[in-house]
């Protein structure tokens, strides 16, 4: 797996299973979120493979079955899992910025240990 932090990306090959050799590459770019007045995070799956080396049937179980029955769904599933941790992390960490009444930060609930 290699990390590029300039782009941001991230970078990696299966060595394993079905999909062994797929070269795999996410990367993310800000974007604002127009429609909620935040930021956002614009995420680029990019999945490159020659399908399993299997005659005759090979290209068109990629193309026709892997693809998009296993390598959609995981990445999706992944990606909305990602997505909701960065949320989460991203509400919490909002909520300690606050300030409260006297200067002081408000501590969530969750935090205080309750």
Known sequence: MAVDNDRPAIR????????AGMDVEWSFTPRPDLSAGAEATLVRILHVWNGPGWPVIGRFAATGIIGPTFVHDIASRTLAGLGAIAEREATQTRATQI???????????ARQGL
């Open 12 to 19: 990696f090959r299966h060595i394993g299973g079905i999909t």
């Open 99 to 109: 300030p409260a009444e006297g200067g002081q930060h408000a501590i969530p609930e």
